[in-house]
């Protein structure tokens, strides 16, 4: 999910401009207004991201009032929220000659060249508008935050947010901000806690507590998510994307009747929606419905047959149910959709293997790890055939091979410890073992779940108790 923005407008800023500009529009008549009155109406509709209502203010703003520096910086602002910065750049560099001491055009300038990549000319264009502000710097600084926010320069938007804020501490706006971009550097502590700001002066912000879900689900803390979401969708119960997100996380945490019902909400205004229908589909697989899973990966591919999700959804159920060529078959056209897909090859390998196709499931897998030698769990997946075949050689051929691409991956030295372990070669396992250790001693209990008898082996509990003193 993207950013939600959250509507900065009251009611009471609908000005009576705004109201008398579309009534002109609806009556298709021509009213009269101030320069002041098209800067309301135009500034109105850019803050609500209405570039389009903005453009057309603009428009008979500017052949009412031609020569109005005002209406034509404003004009040049409309050209780079619509992605156009050369002509407004073109259009700025004009107005500079006429309006010398006007600060929103270096402070435009300055927006359209950080859309253009010249970051360097950019700032130099900002300090300008900022040494012209005077009383006006806060506004000054939001602004260049926003424009380096717009082009993902996340870490340079918060030093702009954070010197507009002392110099605007009660600007709450601020928070909202400087939550979503402390989240887009990972800062998801710091991220909350400028959200949770923001909900102290305007608790009732869905697309604030929509994205404090979203950070919460990201630091792994899914209650928080749930009960985020549940706030958005109480001050708005037909809010799509918090049902969504807030069914996403009822099926984390394994609520899966509460998830179909919440993703049913999402269907109930988006039927067409292929992720609710696959994901609810899953639901239904995970809770032992088959039938219903299979029904709404089917609805699924009704809206979109080129859905790869739906595809791997109903091969993986038809599989379970011992359906092998059906699911196989399945399988195949979620990896037709998308061939670097690697959880479709995973899904088509393991079909193979559990089918007893030996052979397929190992070809599906080297596919895979030929295409990216990073790809540790395929490597790992190849090892697992090879061991089912009863070719423990062939699965430490295969981690071997895994191990010189990934030195320093600490999961496959525990595997091949395991693997020569379990061959009773403690003498070649007990090297890739301490390797293994050194690298990720948090990892050994992958050794334990792969290969449980490790445990009656005194040798190697004596040789773990001291390793660990």
């Not at 060529?325 to 897909?341: F, R, V, W, Y």
């Not at 196709?357 to 596919?367: A, C, G």
């Amino acid at each position: 999910m993207g950013k939600e923005q959250p509507w900065f407008w009251d009611n009471n800023d609908f000005s009576e401009s705004v109201q008398r500009f579309e009534e002109m529009l609806r009556n298709k008549k021509s009213y009269f207004f101030e320069v002041h009155e098209f800067e309301d109406i135009i500034d109105f509709y850019l803050d609500s991201e209405n570039y389009a209502q903005a453009s057309q203010a603009a428009e008979y703003a500017s052949g009412m009032y031609p020569h109005a520096t005002s209406i034509q910086v404003r004009i040049a602002e409309i050209l780079i929220d619509k992605g156009k910065p050369l002509e407004s750049l073109r259009m700025l560099n004009t107005l500079e000659k006429l309006e010398s001491e006007e600060y929103q055009i270096p402070l435009l300038k300055g927006s359209a060249l950080v859309m253009l990549g010249k970051s360097r000319e950019a700032i130099r264009q900002f300090e300008k508008a900022v040494s012209m502000a005077n009383e006006d710097q806060g506004d000054v600084l939001y602004n260049i935050g926003v424009a380096f926010e717009r082009v993902n320069q996340y870490k340079r938007a918060l030093s702009y947010f954070q010197k507009a804020l002392l110099l605007e501490p009660d600007n709450f706006h601020l928070f909202y901000d400087l939550g979503y971009c402390y989240e887009r550097v990972n800062d998801l502590d710091n991220s909350i806690r400028h959200y949770e700001k923001y909900l102290d002066f305007d608790p009732f912000s869905e697309y604030v507590w929509y994205n404090l879900g979203i950070v919460y689900n990201r630091k792994e803390v899914q209650e928080k998510a749930l009960e985020a979401y549940e706030y958005a969708l109480a001050i708005n119960p037909e809010y799509a994307s918090a049902h969504f997100n807030l069914a996403n996380t009822l099926a984390l945490l394994e609520r899966l009747p509460e998830a179909i019902a919440a993703y049913g909400e999402v269907l109930r205004t988006e039927p067409e929606n292929t992720l609710a229908l696959c994901y609810t589909g899953e639901c239904y697989e995970k809770s032992g419905q088959s039938e219903l899973a299979l029904e709404y990966y089917d609805k699924a591919l009704r809206v979109d047959p080129q859905c790869g999700e739906a595809w791997q959804g109903k091969g993986v159920v038809l599989c379970e149910r011992l359906d092998f060529t059906q699911g196989i078959a399945c399988l195949k056209k979620a990896l037709e959709t998308d061939p670097e897909n690697s959880d479709y090859g995973y899904g088509l390998a393991t079909a193979y293997a559990n089918s007893g196709d030996f052979v397929r499931s190992l070809s599906t897998l080297e596919q895979l790890t030929s295409a990216n030698v990073h790809d540790i769990e395929a490597w790992l997946r190849r090892s697992e055939v090879y061991f089912k075949m009863g070719e423990p050689s062939g699965a430490l051929s295969a981690l071997r091979e895994a191990c010189m691409n990934n030195p320093a991956n600490a999961l496959l030295l525990y595997r091949v410890a395991a693997i020569h372990l379990i061959c009773g070669d403690q003498e070649s396992g007990l090297p890739s073992l301490e390797r293994a250790v050194e690298l990720d001693p948090t990892l050994l209990k992958d050794m334990f779940q792969f290969y449980p008898e490790a445990t009656y082996i005194p040798e190697l509990m004596h040789w773990i108790e001291r390793y660990s003193r």
